[in-house]
């Protein structure tokens, strides 16, 4: 089966990709629309940058940014998912429309995360974050990546869990690019095919980061053939979502990588 496709929609002025773009709200929305056309399932929604070395803002100026976007988008034939560690945004990206919370912190940014988490009912990406955006790329160090992040995410399920967040709720993020050196991107993507032994979802998001930079040398906007040979392996290594910039193209080789597994099948 194919994966969802998560398209991002970033109303930041900072974000490494694409901010400023989209931080008019009736620019935002039509860019929405044209993710969905484009067959995207699921629209992610962040008013915060996390990119590495970025600056914390306040809630208040997250709110602004996301919640007219998400009330504008509330007839729209996708899922909203908010990317936010904030559980006050994520209560009124909800109450406004979205039903999905991406939060990088994986729900430690505030100590009620977790209970919000629950008490919204909705489903929760869990994701692992080295430190915070400003500090998570200063020297990170793993003797055995994919374990120590496997056992950060099935600790963090535990808290959920304890905290009456439904199993059936929660998504799984290795977080490339989130506190790690290249080595560590590649053999996470390498190995994702063992997070499944925790038995829950697996997002993943590699669109134009700078791993691929590092591979190729190229600038942000030149990293579709990259995105598209990570989202294709992740996707041969069963992810069940993966997070995208580029939906048209990365549907479009989803499809025929698709096409000719199932030519193999058959």
Same mark, same amino acid.
């Given at each position: 089966m194919? @994966?969802?496709?998560? =398209?991002? &929609?970033? +109303?930041? @002025?900072d974000?490494f $990709?694409?901010?400023?773009?989209?931080?008019? #709200?009736?620019?935002?929305?039509?860019h929405?629309?044209?993710?969905?056309a484009? /067959?995207?399932?699921?629209?992610? +929604?962040?008013?915060? %940058?996390?990119?590495? =070395?970025?600056?914390e803002?306040?809630?208040? !100026?997250?709110?602004?940014?996301v919640?007219p976007?998400?009330?504008?988008?509330?007839?729209?034939?996708?899922?909203? %998912?908010?990317?936010?560690?904030?559980?006050?945004?994520?209560?009124?990206?909800?109450e406004?429309?979205a039903?999905?919370w991406?939060?990088?912190?994986?729900?430690?940014?505030?100590?009620?995360?977790?209970?919000?988490?629950?008490? &919204?009912?909705?489903?929760?990406?869990?994701?692992?974050?080295?430190?915070?955006p400003?500090?998570?790329?200063a020297a990170?160090?793993y003797?055995?990546?994919?374990?120590?992040?496997m056992?950060?995410?099935a600790?963090?399920? !535990?808290?959920?869990?304890?905290?009456?967040?439904?199993?059936?709720? +929660?998504?799984?993020d290795?977080?490339?690019?989130?506190?790690k050196?290249?080595?560590?991107?590649?053999?996470?993507?390498?190995n &994702?095919?063992g997070?499944h032994? &925790?038995?829950?979802?697996?997002?993943?998001?590699?669109?134009?980061?700078?791993?691929?930079?590092?591979?190729?040398? $190229?600038a942000?906007?030149?990293?579709? /053939?990259?995105?598209?040979?990570?989202?294709?392996w992740?996707?041969?290594?069963?992810?069940?979502?993966?997070? #995208?910039?580029d939906?048209?193209?990365?549907?479009?080789?989803?499809?025929?990588?698709q096409?000719?597994?199932?030519?193999?099948?058959?």
């Open positions: 194919s @994966p969802k496709i998560m =398209g991002i &929609l970033n +109303i930041t @002025p974000s $990709s694409d901010g400023g773009r989209f931080v008019d #709200v009736d620019v935002a929305v039509a929405a629309h044209a993710l969905c484009a /067959g995207a399932d699921i629209i992610d +929604i962040g008013g915060e %940058s996390t990119r590495p =070395g970025a600056e803002i306040n809630a208040e !100026e997250e709110l602004e940014r919640i976007v998400i009330e504008a988008l509330s007839g729209i034939d996708v899922k909203i %998912s908010i990317d936010t560690r904030r559980p006050d945004v994520a209560k009124a990206a909800v406004a429309g039903r999905i991406n939060d990088v912190s994986a729900l430690t940014f505030a100590k009620n995360s977790p209970a919000v988490a629950a008490q &919204l009912g909705c489903k929760i990406v869990l994701m692992h974050m080295r430190g915070t400003k500090t998570m790329q990170p160090r003797k055995d990546v994919a374990a120590k992040i056992a950060f995410l600790a963090r399920v !535990e808290a959920a869990l304890g905290a009456d967040v439904k199993l059936e709720n +929660i998504i799984l290795p977080g490339i690019g989130f506190g050196r290249l080595g560590d991107n590649l053999d996470l993507l390498h &994702l095919d997070f032994k &925790l038995n829950l979802p697996i997002l993943m998001g590699t669109s134009r980061k700078n791993f691929i930079n590092m591979i190729d040398k $190229s942000v906007d030149e990293r579709l /053939g990259g995105s598209l040979a990570s989202a294709l992740a996707a041969s290594k069963g992810a069940d979502i993966i997070r #995208v910039h939906v048209a193209q990365t549907v479009q080789a989803l499809k025929v990588w096409a000719i597994e199932e030519r193999g099948n058959g």
